[in-house]
């Protein structure tokens, strides 16, 4: 299991994660006041995903087909 976090970051009056704007250069964006790491999400592996590209089968299919190929667009 493992934890998507903000760094530096502080919870709003509803609970909500806001990041750190620095929409001001003064002393109160200076300090880190109420500013932690905060959990955002717990990762979780549940999903696995089926292959859907042979990406290996289809270089065969054209590495097989390449010779044909030549030899028929080869000018006599």
Excluded: C, E, Y
């Excluded at 998507?4 to 994660?17: E, I, P, S």
């Excluded at 620095?22 to 790491?37: D, H, P």
């Excluded at 089968?57 to 667009?73: E, S």
């Amino acid at each position: 299991m493992s934890l998507l976090v903000a760094d530096n970051a502080r919870l709003t009056k509803h609970g909500r994660a806001t990041a750190n704007i620095g929409r001001s250069k003064g002393a109160a964006f200076t300090r880190l006041s109420g500013r932690t790491t905060i959990p955002l999400f717990i990762l979780v592996p549940q999903v696995t995903v089926r292959k859907r590209l042979d990406v290996d089968g289809a270089a065969q299919k054209w590495i097989a087909a390449l010779p044909r190929l030549v030899a028929r667009h080869w000018p006599n």
